[in-house]
């Protein structure tokens, strides 16, 4: 046995369990990371102080808020999507087929991205949609803040449901940045959709429009892009309570490895 290596775990995922440990371990330093980039790039997003007027029901466990930042903050957060570097492309067959980029590598090069997810704005916002507090899931969640980006025919995903690593309730925010078709006058052909109690539910999602639902609950699916199609999304998750169990922590990094390689075990 390999010095060090406990008995009977192999040392593979003692590897797995020790990245997860030495996250936790940094976590108020990245918290405090976090806030600095907030206050350094929030004030260029122009987000608005009050929340919308109209707070749309969360029922069904779903809620769409139409126009939820001003034009300019759109915009910044267009400009940040479309600098993206390496977008890493996944292909399940039967089941999926699109690129993500990591929250690790918009760190990088789209720091104002980071700025909105960690922002005060957007938490009131979820948490008035939800009707609960919430709080961004840890930095070393790798789908914590992620850019979804369906770009080539046939990028969809099937049904699936989001699962909940955390021990407060979580959901997925979605804010579409771009969705055209190949005129650039139109949607893509790529919709969203929902598997409610009354059946499945068509989700619209043109640029600027927030999607807030429970994901470990509502099954939901991405349909394929046309020839010529572009399609970007900021994908958001919050928790009620963002900690985890160490086996739960170690389970989100295997389900990360289809999004992101294998390096989301070590990162």
């Known amino acids: 046995m390999r010095q060090g290596a406990s008995a009977g775990v192999p040392r593979g995922l003692e590897r797995v369990a020790q990245a997860e440990l030495h996250h936790r371990r940094d976590a108020h330093l990245a918290q405090r990371?976090?806030?600095?980039?907030?206050?350094?790039?929030?004030p260029r997003l122009g987000l608005p102080g009050a929340l919308p007027e109209v707070i749309p029901g969360f029922e069904d466990r779903l809620a769409v808020v139409p126009h939820p930042v001003p034009d300019q903050t759109l915009a910044a957060l267009r400009a940040a999507a479309e600098r993206r570097g390496g977008v890493e492309r996944s292909f399940v067959p039967t089941h999926k087929q699109g690129g993500t980029v990591a929250y690790e590598d918009l760190h990088r090069f789209a720091?104002?991205?980071?700025?909105?997810?960690?922002?005060?704005?957007?938490?009131?916002?979820?948490s008035a949609v939800v009707g609960a507090p919430v709080?961004?899931?840890?930095?070393?969640?790798?789908?914590?803040?992620?850019?979804?980006?369906?770009?080539?025919?046939?990028?969809?995903?099937?049904?699936?449901y989001d699962h909940n690593f955390y021990n407060g309730r979580h959901f997925t925010v979605l804010l579409p940045l771009v969705n055209r078709d190949a005129t650039g006058d139109g949607l893509a052909a790529a919709e969203l959709w929902a598997r409610l109690t009354e059946g499945e539910r068509r989700v619209p999602t043109p640029?600027?429009?927030?999607?807030?639902?429970?994901?470990?609950?509502?099954?939901?699916?991405?349909?394929?892009?046309?020839?010529?199609?572009?399609?970007?999304?900021?994908s958001?998750?919050?928790?009620?309570?963002?900690?985890?169990?160490?086996?739960?922590?170690?389970?989100?990094?295997?389900?990360?490895?289809?999004?992101?390689?294998?390096?989301?075990?070590?990162?």
């Open 33 to 42: 990371l976090a806030r600095a980039l907030v206050a350094e790039q929030g």
């Open 111 to 126: 720091p104002e991205i980071i700025a909105f997810y960690q922002s005060d704005y957007l938490r009131r916002l979820v």
């Open 207 to 234: 640029a600027n429009c927030l999607v807030v639902f429970e994901g470990a609950k509502i099954l939901h699916k991405a349909t394929r892009l046309g020839e010529g199609e572009l399609r970007i999304l900021l």
């Open 236 to 267: 958001m998750t919050f928790a009620t309570d963002p900690s985890a169990t160490l086996a739960k922590g170690i389970a989100r990094r295997f389900k990360d490895v289809a999004f992101y390689g294998v390096r989301a075990l070590w990162t």
């Open 135 to 160: 709080l961004p899931t840890p930095l070393h969640d790798q789908s914590s803040c992620s850019l979804l980006v369906y770009e080539k025919p046939k990028d969809h995903i099937g049904w699936h």
